[in-house]
């Protein structure tokens, strides 16, 4: 069973419809993938729908965006949780319009250096898309300011740069709660990607896991080997489910569906502790 539990579609920063990853994801050979936008379910439906056509199984999940106090960004990962769920449901959309706002204000800043509108972002966002600065990168590529998203984040689009501006995010422990009371099954997003910016101390991890956290993933590109050991060791301490997966985001990342997998038993426990959705199999 080759199973991969982090996927974006054009419902958030990836290149493919949501359709369309579920054919991917047929095509690179998995039996399970997961969708995981960002801040929204809204790919779920055409997701089903394909994944059943192309034979794969889909867990439908999300990825939602949080920042702790000290300003650290988390993402983390919600396997079939209720997506109508009232407090899930404000926070995201919380989010999502401040991601709005947010980007007009970067895109303002980038426009004083830069030959770039307004305008130049929004032809790289899908209709009721979570914006995000993949969309804003999209636009400084076509500028030919930069080559590709990648060099993009590594320049004017990191979270260091004068560009950078900040969106509202719950807190982590806030969102793992939410997720549950939603009945989902949370899971911190490659905890110690330390190339994307600053990363939590025990203290966050202690909150997420008393809030319900279920698992890390650990077996993510980002993910340096020393911090894979570290994450090990609190997996087996906290008894969390440790998973693994690409971050597929189509054309937008290197990263390709398949390239980390999760063992089937640990998808069945997510199975197993989920209330709020299920997974679609064919
Ligand atoms: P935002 O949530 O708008 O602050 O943007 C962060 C998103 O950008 C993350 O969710 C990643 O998917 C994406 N991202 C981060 N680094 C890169 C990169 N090097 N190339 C492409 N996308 C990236
Ligand atoms: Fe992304
Ligand atoms: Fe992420
Ligand atoms: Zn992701």
């Known amino acids: 069973m080759r199973i991969d539990l982090h996927a974006h579609s054009n419902v958030s920063d990836g290149t493919e419809t949501p359709a369309d990853v ?16 960002h801040d929204s379910t809204d790919g779920w439906k055409d997701a089903s729908r394909s994944a059943l056509d192309h034979g794969v199984a889909l867990v439908p999940g999300m990825e939602v965006s949080c920042r702790t106090e000290q300003g650290i960004s988390v993402h983390l990962l919600s396997y079939l949780h209720d997506p ?39 032809h790289h966002v899908a209709p009721g898309a979570t914006l995000g600065r993949p969309h804003i990168a999209d636009a400084l590529v076509a500028a030919g300011v930069v080559s590709d998203r990648s060099e993009a984040f590594t320049s004017i689009l990191t979270s260091r740069s004068r560009y950078f501006v900040q969106h509202y995010a719950p807190h982590p422990a806030t969102a793992v709660e939410l997720v549950r009371a939603a009945g989902g099954v949370p899971v911190f997003a490659h905890p110690v990607a330390s190339a994307r910016g600053r990363t939590v101390g025990e203290r966050t991890y202690q909150e997420m896991i008393d809030a319900g956290l279920a698992g890390l993933e650990i077996d993510h590109r980002d993910n340096p080997e020393e911090g894979r050991v570290f994450l090990r060791k609190l997996a087996a301490k906290h008894h969390l489910l440790v998973t693994g997966s690409s971050d597929y985001h189509g054309t937008g990342k290197p990263n390709l569906l398949g390239e980390n997998l999760t063992a089937p038993e640990v998808l069945a426990r997510i199975e ?9 199999r064919p």
């Not at 579920?22 to 936008?37: F, P, R, W």
């Not at 197993?272 to 679609?280: D, P, W």
Request: aromatic residues 4%.
């Open 272 to 280: 197993e502790m989920a209330t709020g959705a299920a997974v679609v």
């Open 84 to 122: 109508a769920h009232p407090g899930l449901l404000a926070e995201i959309t919380k989010a999502k319009d401040a991601r709005l706002t947010r980007a007009e204000r970067m895109v303002s800043l980038l426009a004083e250096d830069y030959p770039l509108t307004w305008d130049d972002v929004i």
């Open 22 to 37: 579920m054919a991917s994801a047929a095509k690179a050979g998995l039996d399970v993938v997961a969708l995981t936008d």
